[in-house]
């Protein structure tokens, strides 16, 4: 038993300690970045005037994966637009598998091909190397991260001699957790595209300089608008079409720890197979669940258990853009912060698997905590089940009326434009017109 205890305070106190050195390198880094980000903020109006004069703006966007790309609507009109110029660098992370990094390429060049984006691509699959971006001068750049991460030749000390950044969150901002927000990125971005004007004053509150933060909607809402039209990704379109969506942060080493994934993992198998006639499940994981599971259990496990969900006859898989999977599904079960806010869009029944409290620590400002109390909560199998069968089959939704109030409200974009033309709006308003 002692032998136990001590083996429990061991593990305990090593995860404490990794998040407080953790904490400590945030600050350390924090103040450098601050100092960097006054310097450049100090130029920026320079920087604006010289970009305002050209014939062409050149507008760089590094594309990490599918599911995080917010830009599809807004690429489409700057393609047409004679001022504008936008072209799509695949983003690599150096420190992922080749393999996992080879299909993240793969995906975002098949989907600039099939939608004629023009792309350059940043990484070699094959040979696993980076290219450098020769002779691609950009004088406006996007990530879609906010944490200067990847191939170092393409973070933002490259750019910031001469370019302006624009960057818009890949989830709705529900929690208070400062780091997340005030980054390098954040700090120096021209333009920062907020969904909502709570998420506007979560962002305001947050990062530490004083940087124009517009709401022009979220880019969701006008993805979901033109994926009703498109092919549905389901299956079986007579059955009952139920997303599960589980988290990356099993462990408390991060700065919040919500995936519920080790503990139910094999219960919703166990569902699946129960609701096998009635409904078709996707298992749609955090990008990064995967490379989690293969530190926690080896790739042969975590390979096999992803394989699963392809093979059930109900059950099917996503791993990347997920769209067309929320505009055609009925329903989702998750953990993910992200989609806390971004599943309301859909007016579809939602319910969020708490870990340990209500709200989650990962959902703990206004913003959060309005979207999560239009889901319905649980916390254990049992509550899954009844959600499945209450809500979902027999169409028991009294969260219905709740949800479409709070999206009418705080989610659809202003100005009765599409969220792509109000930032268009903003890109003419402050380059061309200056």
């Known amino acids: 038993m002692k032998s136990l205890l001590k083996s429990l305070l061991y593990f305990f106190l090593k995860d404490r300690m990794y998040i407080l050195l953790n904490k400590r390198r945030f600050y350390l880094y924090r103040g450098k970045m601050l100092r960097k980000a006054k310097k450049y903020n100090c130029s920026k109006n320079k920087i604006i005037e010289l970009i305002s004069n050209k014939d062409k703006i050149r507008i760089l966007f590094f594309v990490y994966n599918l599911g995080m790309w917010k830009y599809e609507g807004l690429v489409r009109l700057l393609l047409s637009h004679p001022k504008f110029e936008p072209i799509i660098v695949p983003f690599a992370m150096p420190e992922n ?7 993240n390429q793969e995906c975002i060049i098949n989907y600039c091909k099939d939608n004629n984006f023009p792309f350059k691509i940043g990484y070699d699959a094959c040979s696993n190397e980076y290219n450098d971006l020769e002779g691609i ?15 170092e030749k393409w973070r933002i000390d490259r750019y910031l001699k001469n370019c302006l950044f624009i960057y818009t969150p890949y989830g709705l901002s529900v929690t208070n957790d400062k780091v997340l927000y005030d980054t390098y990125l954040n700090n120096i971005a021209w333009k920062i595209f907020a969904s909502s004007p709570m998420e506007k004053a979560v962002l305001q509150k947050a990062i530490t300089t004083r940087i124009n933060i517009v709401v022009t909607g979220a880019t969701l809402y006008d993805q979901l608008n033109q994926a009703y039209s498109q092919k549905s990704p389901w299956r079986n379109n007579r059955k009952k079409r139920v997303i599960w969506a589980p988290h990356h942060s099993m462990d408390s080493k991060y700065s919040f720890s919500s995936s519920n994934f080790e503990r139910i993992c094999s219960d919703m198998i166990m569902l699946a197979n129960k609701f096998q006639d009635t409904v078709e499940f996707a298992f749609k994981p955090h990008p990064i669940l995967k490379e989690r599971l293969i530190e926690k259990w080896g790739k ?18 996503c791993l990347g853009a997920y769209t067309e999977l929320f505009a055609f599904s009925d329903a ?12 309301l869009y859909t ?8 870990k340990d409290r209500i709200p989650p620590a990962s959902v703990d400002n206004e913003f959060g905590i309005g979207c999560f109390n239009c889901h319905y909560h649980g916390h254990s199998t049992n509550d899954i089940e ?14 219905k009326d709740k ?8 989610l659809f974009p202003p100005n009765n434009l599409s969220t792509a033309e109000n930032m268009l709006n903003e890109l003419e308003e402050l380059l061309i017109a200056h």
């Open 386 to 399: 009844e959600f499945i069968t209450n809500v979902v089959l027999r169409g028991e939704d009294t969260m």
């Open 97 to 103: 598998r080749p393999k996992f990094n080879r299909y």
């Open 137 to 151: 001068d950009p004088d406006i750049v996007v990530y879609t991260q906010p944490y200067n991460t990847g191939y």
């Open 300 to 317: 042969e496990r975590a390979d096999s258990y992803y394989t699963l969900w392809e093979s059930m006859p109900n059950t099917m898989i």
């Open 347 to 354: 007016n579809k029944p939602v319910m969020y698997i708490y």
């Open 332 to 343: 989702m079960i998750h953990d993910c912060a992200s989609f806390v806010g971004e599943y």
């Open 403 to 410: 949800r479409g109030e709070f999206a009418q409200t705080q």
